[in-house]
């Protein structure tokens, strides 16, 4: 089994900073994209930022020049550097992992539990 597990959240005031991390471990053989998405309450769960093994990002229009999204892929870890945050930002992220647990195998998605991040003064 794979397990993804989120870490850093907290709360900020706006314009304030956090550090996201997420670490992907169990039976894996490689790990393609992985992923940030984001829920707030009363909406859908939207990407955030995405990063391929090659180190390929793409960013949701709404976080782009804020955000950065990084891996390291000998830790399966994924960062997401979050700057001058607003209260939009508000909401539970959540990491995914691409995952092939054996060289000829399927690759499956991944999820983390979230973590919760409030931008509020």
């Known amino acids: 089994q794979v397990q993804v597990v989120e870490s850093g959240g907290g709360l900020v005031q706006p314009g304030g900073s956090l550090r996201l991390s997420c670490a992907a471990s169990?039976?894996?053989?490689?790990?393609?994209?992985m992923g940030w998405y984001r829920q707030a309450p009363g909406k859908e769960r939207e990407l955030v930022a995405i990063?391929?093994?090659?180190?390929?990002?793409n960013y949701a229009d709404s976080v782009k020049g804020r955000f950065t999204i990084s891996r390291d892929n000998a830790k399966n870890t994924t960062y997401l550097q979050m700057n001058s945050l607003k209260p939009e930002d508000t909401a539970v992220y959540y990491c995914n992992a691409d995952t092939k647990r054996r060289a000829w195998g399927p690759t499956f998605r991944y999820w983390g539990q979230g973590t919760q991040v409030s931008v509020s003064s």
């Open positions: 169990g039976s894996i053989f490689s790990i393609d994209a």
């Open positions: 990063i391929t093994s090659g180190d390929s990002s």
